[in-house]
């Protein structure tokens, strides 16, 4: 090695590097990028020359991804600290449960699917209520209650309305595209054998009956929910506080 | 006796006790996933060694300190891992519990018909 340290080009990219930095803790930050650019440099780099290397590298980076450490990266982007380190465990809860509810409707539908013709018959009778179909409405209950209870703990945990509407709104997004994944995943399995992938018009048929609007619908409905949820919180932490202080 | 440690952690924490590699020798994290992956025989990510030392320092099995940077690795510094004498204890439990499951057993495990 030459006495002026290794050449900007013999690193890895340097966006890689950061994105590495923002999904490690500060106490890991220099020692594991350090490890991985001496690798880089002494062994995968001189072996398998540049482009493998920075696959090489990309893949490592892509093995720090973990569910708690793509909630550091977004603390980072959007500079909330207290976002990771105290809303990060309700956020993930929030959006599990979100991609459950829609997942459990999923299933309903599948297995026991609803006639559209006694649909429509029932829904002409003069009695029809919505409330006798709890399969149309309790899942949005359920989502509703979720997105509302999630923005309230992280308001009441952290005493920020914004912190609220940032976790729900992240909750709902996840959860559902967790839920358009799996959806779209079901469909590719159950009709593989018939339909082979490749074809792109037979590729699109796999989303055809998958509501992917629901993503920013859903997206949006988190972030008013906790806002909604945040002011309660916000307001219970504000009571609870002057109690104690009165 | 505490929760058993799992196959990666112990392989984690043989790496520390007797590394047969040279940069293993050294105890920082990038000798160790070297030393991992000679002793696991198949390549290993990164961010699984690094997650798992994390979590056995946490439990108190082994230590670590900071060793200053080469410029190779352009000055950053090195984490150098030791095992704690609870770390010892736990990997002498965790054979005691594979020799007890495995007790009573003829080699090699034949399928029943």
Same mark, same amino acid.
């Given at each position: ?55 090489w ?27 990771? !380190? ?7 809860v929030?959006?599990?449960? *979100? /991609? @459950?509810? =829609? #997942?459990?409707?999923? &299933? $309903? ?20 209520? !919505?409330?006798?179909?709890?399969r ?5 209950v359920? *989502? /509703? @209650?979720? =997105? #509302?209870?999630?923005? &309230? $703990?992280?308001?009441?945990?952290t ?7 940032m976790a ?13 994944c ?5 469909? *590719? ?7 082979? &992938? ?6 699109l ?33 504000a ?8 | ?6 196959a ?29 992956q ?76």
């Amino acid at each position: 090695m030459n006495s002026e340290g290794p050449r900007r080009e013999k690193h890895p990219p340097a966006w890689a590097d950061s994105v590495l930095r923002a999904l490690l803790p500060s106490r890991s930050q220099d020692t594991v990028t350090g490890d991985l650019l001496e690798e880089y440099i002494e062994v995968v780099l001189p072996s398998r020359g540049v482009l493998r290397a920075n696959l090489w590298y990309l893949r490592q980076v892509a093995s720090f991804a973990t569910a708690r450490s793509v909630f550091r990266l977004l603390t980072h982007l959007t500079k909330e600290e207290v976002m990771f !380190e105290r809303l990060w465990r309700v956020t993930l809860v929030c959006g599990l449960l *979100v /991609a @459950a509810v =829609l #997942l459990t409707r999923l &299933l $309903f539908d599948r297995f026991d699917p609803v006639d559209p013709v006694e649909r429509f018959l029932a829904q002409a009778r003069d009695d029809y209520s !919505e409330f006798n179909y709890p399969r149309r409405w309790m899942p949005a209950v359920a *989502v /509703a @209650a979720i =997105l #509302l209870g999630g923005g &309230l $703990f992280a308001a009441w945990r952290t005493g920020r309305i914004a912190m609220g509407t940032m976790a729900a709104g992240i909750a709902s997004s996840a959860g559902t595209i967790v839920y358009v994944c799996l959806a779209v995943l079901a469909n *590719v399995l159950s009709t593989s054998s018939q339909d082979p &992938l490749g074809d792109p018009s037979a590729t699109l048929r796999y989303f055809g009956n998958v509501p992917t609007g629901l993503v920013p619908m859903l997206a949006l409905l988190g972030l008013i929910l906790g806002t909604m949820g945040g002011v309660f919180g916000w307001a219970l932490r504000a009571a609870k506080i002057a109690r104690s202080h009165g | 006796m505490a929760d058993v440690l799992g196959a990666f952690e112990q392989a984690v924490l043989l790496s520390l006790v007797r590394p047969v590699t040279e940069l293993g020798k050294e105890a920082y994290g990038r000798g160790i996933l070297t030393e991992v992956q000679h002793r696991l025989g198949r390549e290993v990510a990164a961010g699984a060694v690094y997650a798992t030392l994390d979590r056995l320092e946490q439990k108190g099995l082994i230590s670590s300190e900071l060793e200053a940077g080469t410029a190779v690795r352009a000055g950053r510094p090195r984490r150098c891992y030791a095992i704690a004498p609870a770390g010892v204890r736990a990997l002498n439990d965790a054979k005691s519990a594979a020799e007890r499951l495995y007790a009573g057993m003829r080699w090699p495990l034949r399928v029943p018909r």
